[in-house]
């Protein structure tokens, strides 16, 4: 099946630093990949659709100059949380489409970010 | 928005026991897919049921989806102890193809 890996798992940062969290489609090309948070105990919540080769379309409330998103590739979409700040302690989670427009969407492990 | 929820929101059953789970939705959808998420990891995609489609097997599980009613289940039948996640139903937004909107999730627990 297809696989999708996030980098890193985790990362603890300071207050005002950049966190880049990359996400990779390891066996298929993806034209769509989506950025999702998820707070403790609670659902997915849809932040922003990454289109290779074009400007990311944010969900509403989603500060698009705080989440930056940049899907250079087929393969890879990076996501880095700008000025980081405790509040945005989180669980990251992106999910990729392939190339052939198949409705499903791969989810990777997520990424844990934690704001001190 | 959400597109799907969930119920109920927490299950607790005996391994061996059939688990249901189910999802109402609120637009037109093409399509629903179930998902699981063991605690604090990704989600593993389990089943994607069309809105042409009444049921559908896949091993231990079984989906059914009423689009006259907007609701879908997820059975788990002979439950284990490694099925115990939480469960989610997404829809795609709008109706259309391309973001999926989740439901809250229900947090299923099999004891041994």
């Known amino acids: 099946g297809a696989v999708v890996s996030q980098h890193p798992s985790w990362v603890i940062c300071k207050s005002g630093t950049s966190v880049k969290i990359e996400c990779r489609s390891l066996?298929?090309?993806?034209?769509?990949m989506f950025w999702y948070r998820q707070f403790p105990k609670q659902s997915l919540m849809l932040m922003a659709t990454?289109?290779?080769?074009?400007?990311?379309?944010?969900e509403q409330g989603v500060e698009k100059d705080k989440f930056l998103i940049n899907h250079a590739s087929l393969t890879l979409s990076t996501l880095t949380v700008t000025s980081a700040h405790p509040e945005d302690s989180s669980f990251y989670i992106c999910?990729?489409?392939?190339?052939?427009?198949?409705?499903?969407?791969?989810f990777g492990p997520g990424t844990r970010l934690l704001v001190l | 928005s959400q597109q799907g929820e969930e119920d109920p929101q927490a299950l607790s059953i005996q391994e061996g026991e059939n688990a249901t789970m189910n999802c109402s939705y609120k637009?037109?959808?093409?399509?629903l897919q179930w998902y699981r998420q063991n605690s604090g990891r990704g989600l593993v995609h389990l089943i994607l049921?069309?809105?042409?489609?009444r049921e559908k097997h896949s091993g231990r599980l079984r989906v059914t989806l009423d689009t006259s009613k907007k609701s879908s289940s997820l059975l788990i039948t002979a439950s284990r102890a490694a099925d115990t996640a939480s469960y989610f139903c997404?829809?795609?937004?709008?109706?259309?193809?391309?973001?999926?909107?989740f439901g809250k999730g229900t947090k299923l627990s099999v004891k041994p």
């Open positions: 999910s990729a489409r392939s190339l052939g427009g198949e409705e499903t969407q791969y």
């Open positions: 066996d298929f090309q993806a034209t769509t």
């Open positions: 990454s289109n290779e080769g074009s400007k990311a379309t944010y």
């Open positions: 637009t037109s959808i093409n399509n």
């Open positions: 049921i069309r809105s042409n489609e």
């Open positions: 997404a829809g795609p937004k709008g109706g259309s193809q391309g973001n999926l909107i």
